[in-house]
T-cell receptor, first 115, second 113 residues
Framework: DSGVTQTPKHLITATGQRVTLRCSPRSGDLSVYWYQQSLDQGLQFLIQYYNGEERAKGNILERFSAQQFPDLHSELNLSSLELGDSALYFC??????????????FGEGSRLTVL | AQSVTQPDIHITVSEGASLELRCNYSYGATPYLFWYVQSPGQGLQLLLKYFSGDTLVQGIKGFEAEFKRSQSSFNLRKPSVHWSDAAEYFCAALKTSYDKVIFGPGTSLSVIP
């Protein structure tokens, strides 16, 4: 158990809909990262937050947004969903910005299926 | 552009055989390097990491990796594979303290009893 909790574990929805994925980082971790894993794109970095502030952005679509709350949990919002958004979405956390240890602690992921 | 490549998409080995998974990176300077493992239905777990110093790094579960600057490689090895090692293995790199971790495409390992 990594200590990172993601909900929901599975989600099935229709095209055009909006969903919210939630992540609770390990106790004490300040950084939260979101990754998308799909068969054709592999593991793609979406966005990083550190202590409530956005620190880095990757290949995140404009239809997607995220935030980190004062209690350090994070939410990833996916809107106007398309079939291609079907993927496994991982949240990871680390105590600091990754350079200090380089280790990310991953949750078990939220599997999104868009029909 | 920064990138991490894993030439082997899928590897099958017999239980008890040795294993080597390949990883190459393309960065302006030597990044921090990592190997993560993803078991079925699980998130990723760090196996080992290289920051500097000794080029042979020991990790958990009996894995080791060797950094070779001349080849821009960081290959993962295990002398004797167990059936429980069947999983997806990701090589990853981080350029600086404030950069994002970039993952390779992964290598899927199957173990034959």
């Amino acid at each position: 158990d990594s200590g990172v909790t993601q909900t929901p574990k599975h989600l099935i929805t229709a095209t055009g809909q909006r969903v919210t994925l939630r992540c609770s980082p390990r106790s004490g971790d300040l950084s939260v990262y979101w990754y998308q894993q799909s068969l054709d794109q592999g593991l793609q970095f979406l966005i990083q937050y550190y202590n409530g502030e956005e620190r880095a952005k990757g290949n995140i679509l404009e239809r997607f947004s995220a935030q980190q709350f004062p209690d350090l949990h994070s939410e990833l919002n996916l809107s106007s969903l398309e079939l291609g958004d079907s993927a496994l979405y991982f949240c990871a956390s680390s105590l600091y910005l990754t350079g200090s240890t380089g280790e990310l602690f991953f949750g078990e992921g939220s599997r999104l299926t868009v029909l | 552009a920064q990138s991490v490549t894993q030439p082997d998409i899928h590897i099958t080995v017999s239980e008890g055989a040795s294993l080597e998974l390949r990883c190459n990176y393309s960065y302006g300077a030597t990044p921090y390097l990592f190997w993560y493992v993803q078991s079925p239905g699980q998130g990723l777990q760090l196996l080992l990491k290289y920051f500097s110093g000794d080029t042979l790094v020991q990790g958990i579960k009996g894995f080791e990796a060797e950094f070779k600057r001349s080849q821009s490689s960081f290959n993962l090895r295990k002398p004797s594979v167990h059936w429980s090692d069947a999983a997806e293995y990701f090589c990853a790199a981080l350029k600086t303290s404030y950069d994002k971790v970039i993952f390779g495409p992964g290598t899927s390992l199957s173990v034959i009893p």
